[in-house]
C-alpha cells in the first residue's frame, strides 16, 4: 500500500491540479504494475499478461478420435453424445451463441480437476506431477475463449440463465464424477473436446459460405494468440480449435 509520504505527494498534486484529477486505484486500492508491450505500448488487460500469450499450434491433427473400447470409455463417450442433441436442437445454426455456451461448460472441468488434485496433494503431502496446473491453464484458456467471443456475440437473457441452469448442474456432476473415476471424468473432457472441436468446424463453413459475417477479430483475441492486426473472426476460430485439439490429446 501507498506510505504516508507518497499519500501527502499525491493529495498535495491533486491540490495543485485543483482537485479535479483522481488517483486510478485497482479495486484493492493498490495501483497496479504498469506493463507494457514489445512495442513499448501500454497493456490494455488485466485478466491476462503478455508472458501468458501464445502462437496457437495450427498445425495439430484434427481428426484424432480415441476409440472407446472400455465400459468408462464407452460411457464417457454415449454421455456426451446425449448432451449433443438438446444443444444442436436449441442453438440450431447460431454458432456464436452456440460457442459461448460451450466455453462457459468447457472451463469448469480444469477447474474442478485441479482443485481436487490440489486438495489431494495437501492431504498426502506430494507432488502433483504438473497435473494441478496443467488443469488450471486449460480452464483458464477456456475462459479465455468466452471473454473473446463475448465479444463477437452478445448472449440473450434466457441465454444467459440457460448458463447459470447448466454450469449448476455440470459442476456438481462432474465434481460428483471426478471423486467417483477421474479416468471416466477426463475421457467426458476428451469426447466434449472432440464435440467442440466438429462445431468450430462447421463454424468455420458457415463463415466461408457467408452465412456468418467474417468480422475483424476481437482486439483481446489479437493480443492473446498474437495474431496479426488484420485477423478476422476466422483466425480467431482457427486458434481456439486448436486450443479444443489440445485440450483433447490432454484429457
Known amino acids: 500500500s501507498l506510505t504516508l509520504g507518497e499519500k501527502e505527494q499525491v493529495n498535495n498534486k491533486n491540490s495543485e491540479d485543483g482537485g479535479n484529477k483522481e488517483v486510478v ?90 482443485m481436487l488434485l490440489h486438495c489431494k496433494s495437501l492431504r498426502r503431502f506430494e507432488h502433483s506431477g504438473g497435473w494441478i496446473k496443467t ?29 447459470f441452469t447448466v454450469q449448476g448442474v455440470f459442476f456438481n456432476a462432474y465434481f460428483l464424477a471426478y471423486l467417483a473415476s477421474p479416468k471416466l471424468a477426463h475421457r467426458v473432457v476428451g469426447y466434449l473436446e472432440e464435440e467442440a472441436i466438429h ?7 458457415e463463415l466461408d459460405k457467408g452465412t456468418i459475417e467474417n468480422v475483424p477479430a476481437p482486439a483481446i483475441a489479437i493480443d492473446y494468440w498474437r495474431l496479426p492486426a488484420d485477423s478476422t473472426l476466422r483466425d480467431v476460430v482457427m486458434v481456439v480449435r486448436a486450443d479444443e485439439a489440445h485440450h483433447r490429446d490432454v484429457n
Not at 468450430?200 to 463453413?205: D, G, I, P, R
Request: neutral net charge.
Open 199 to 205: 462445431s468450430y468446424t462447421e463454424f468455420l463453413k
Open 25 to 114: 486505484a485497482s479495486y484493492w486500492g493498490i495501483k497496479g504494475e504498469e506493463v507494457k508491450k514489445e512495442d513499448g505500448t501500454p497493456w490494455k488487460w488485466n485478466c491476462f499478461r503478455p508472458w501468458e500469450t501464445y502462437q496457437a499450434d495450427l498445425t495439430i491433427d484434427l481428426k484424432k478420435h480415441h476409440v472407446p473400447t472400455t465400459f468408462l470409455d464407452k460411457l464417457a463417450y454415449w454421455t456426451v453424445k446425449s448432451l449433443r442433441f438438446p444443444t444442436d436442437v436449441f442453438f440450431q445454426r447460431r454458432y456464436g451463441c452456440r460457442a459461448m455456451m460451450l466455453e462457459t461448460v468447457a472451463a469448469v472441468p480444469g477447474m474442478v480437476g485441479g
Open 135 to 163: 488443469l488450471l491453464d486449460e480452464a483458464e484458456n477456456e475462459r479465455m475463449h468466452l471473454m473473446t467471443f463475448m465479444e463477437v456475440s452478445q448472449p440473450r437473457w434466457y441465454e444467459r440463465a440457460l448458463v
